[in-house]
C-alpha cells in the first residue's frame, strides 16, 4: 500500500451513508470512505451472516466487536474476536467471512 497525496482528515462514521450487502444468508451494513486508491470501510455483520462470495481481493481487518470466522479455499479456518486482526494480499488465498453472533469490522483495502 502506497499512501501518498492524501491530507490529514478526519472521518466522522456515523455520518457515512450505509448501504446494505445481502450475504447468502444475514446482511452486510457497509460505511465507505475512499483515499486514492484505498478503500476503508467500517461493516457490520449481522447475526447469521455467510458471505455470498468467494474473495480474492486483499485487506487489512480488524475485529471490534463480536465474532468473525474466516474460511479460507483450502480449507483452514480462523476465528476472530474484538482486537483481533487479520491481513491477506491481492490474489493470495481466497477467503469468505460468516458470523454467528455478528460483528463490527474496521476494513482497509
Known sequence: MDIQGIPFGITDWSAIERTEHPGDTGVAYWRTQ???????????????YLADHWCGKGHVLLCLEGELR?????????????GMSYQVGDGAEPHRSSTGCG????IVD
Do not use: K
Request: hydrophobic share 40%.
Open 34 to 48: 475512499r483515499f486514492g486508491e484505498i478503500r476503508v470501510r467500517m461493516v457490520e455483520y449481522s447475526p447469521g
Open 70 to 82: 474466516t474460511e479460507l479455499a483450502d480449507g483452514r479456518e480462523f476465528t476472530l474476536t474484538a
Open 103 to 106: 460483528a463490527r469490522l474496521f
